[in-house]
């Protein structure tokens, strides 16, 4: 009989896409549904880099490039990425690939060796493929939670609990799916000074929502002392820029860089070549759409705030960045007897026409924050009224009567 190998059958998945089949297979027989469920901006890419995509195909930029990208596009990312966070950052410590999440899977594989049992600590609740990717390259993931007294922060007494002899790295996200929080500098101070407890110790900073910060400053752990060699900077076109399947991302160290530009070699060769140029201009080029797109989204932010913390059951803290709302929705299950935030799920998708995900689709519940949902406000205005005034009905016609 032909099996699959133990690493394929414990290959995860994102359960963004899991639901939205689910959706699309409802809308396919007719349902009208609100969707919050993709973290994909809602607006088009702007048109200078639309036209600068289309003056590389008329310029026959049909070819492969280097592995780690062109000249062009690594200088404006390292140029970019010294701007916003304040550090110098080389055209040779940037290597491009297709999209920023293909360099969690080469950030393990080039600093944990599989079944040596290394260890990878990473945010709980988090980006599901953090932990798929430990399993499938076997390195030892362990969860750090985050706590909604924390403003959706891990305590850094925690972190230095789960640091061991075989910790190899620890991944940080600002701002943070699945809550929408955003690590301040002083919370990142708090890591910085536990890390450098534990020299061996990589940091992977995924900052791919580093330019949607509505509170406060975007800070990187790489700006902080002794810490930029350690940290792997992740970053990409695909949130600010709306680009999201243009597929460009990028990641910044000097002493992996060449090792990066190795892995893409024997993975997908190279990003295509005209979302690099396209990209190029993204970066170069006038930031007003970009900006305009995140003013709209910190008003959406505002909104979808004031809307859920109107509905019965629901509290939901101001997200601090990314376009994420994660409410706490404890009391809302109690209200309708629903077992957990996953049976609240399904029921506001087909009882309500609202598609969220559960927290259990980003790892286990932290221990003590009870039940909470998220959406994605990636998604224009009406919608939102619209879709949070569904779930407000389905409360006020499911809560049961309080027992006698």
């Known amino acids: 009989m032909l099996a699959l190998s133990r690493r394929a059958a414990s290959l995860g998945t994102e359960n963004a896409f899991v639901v939205l089949a689910e959706v699309n297979a409802l809308l396919r027989a007719g349902r009208d549904i609100v969707s919050f469920c993709i973290g994909q901006p809602d607006f088009p890419t702007p048109t200078l880099i639309q036209d600068a995509a289309v003056a590389a195909v008329r310029g026959g930029k049909h070819g492969y490039t280097p592995s780690a990208g062109i000249d062009e596009l690594r200088a404006a990312a390292a140029a970019s990425m010294s701007r916003l966070r304040g550090i110098p950052i080389g055209p040779d410590e940037v290597v491009v690939g297709a999209g920023a999440k293909p360099f969690i899977a080469y950030a393990i594989a080039s600093v944990t060796d599989h079944g040596a049992g290394d260890e990878v600590i990473f945010p709980v609740p988090g980006f599901p493929i953090y932990e798929s990717q430990c399993m499938a390259l076997g390195a030892v993931p362990v969860g750090l939670p985050l706590r909604e007294s924390r403003r959706f922060a ?53 900052e791919i929502y580093s330019r949607l910060v509505y509170d406060g400053q975007f800070t990187s752990i790489a700006a902080l002392p002794d810490m930029q060699e350690r940290t792997i900077i992740a970053d990409g076109v695909s949130k600010t820029y709306a680009m ?28 295509a070549q005209v979302s690099q140029w396209a990209a190029v201009q993204a970066l170069d080029g006038p930031q007003d759409e970009a900006e305009a797109m995140r003013a709209r ?19 939901c803290a101001s997200p601090g960045g990314a376009f994420y709302a994660w409410p706490n929705v404890t009391e809302a299950c109690a209200l309708i007897g629903a077992a957990d935030s996953e049976e609240l799920r399904r029921r ?50 499911n809560t049961r009567p309080p027992r006698q």
């Open 297 to 315: 989204f910190a008003a959406r932010r505002d909104l979808i705030a004031r809307l859920l913390n109107q509905v019965p059951g629901f509290s």
């Open 154 to 206: 891990f305590d850094p007494d925690e972190l230095a609990a789960r640091i061991s002899p075989k910790t190899r790295l620890l991944i940080l996200n600002t701002p943070h799916n699945p809550t929408g929080g955003l690590l301040t500098r002083a919370d990142l101070e708090a890591i910085a000074q536990v890390l450098r407890r534990h020299p061996q110790v990589w940091v992977y900073a995924d």
């Open 348 to 397: 506001l998708l087909h009882e309500a026409g609202v598609a969220v995900l559960a927290d259990i689709h980003f790892g286990p519940r932290v221990a003590g924050d009870g039940q909470h949902i998220r959406f994605s406000y990636a998604t224009d205005e009406g919608s939102i009224e619209q879709g949070v005034a569904r779930i407000a009905e389905f409360m006020r016609n």
């Open 244 to 271: 999201t399947g243009w597929r460009i991302g990028f990641a910044a160290n000097r002493t992996l860089a060449p090792v990066f530009t190795r892995w893409i070699t024997n993975t997908e060769s190279c990003a």
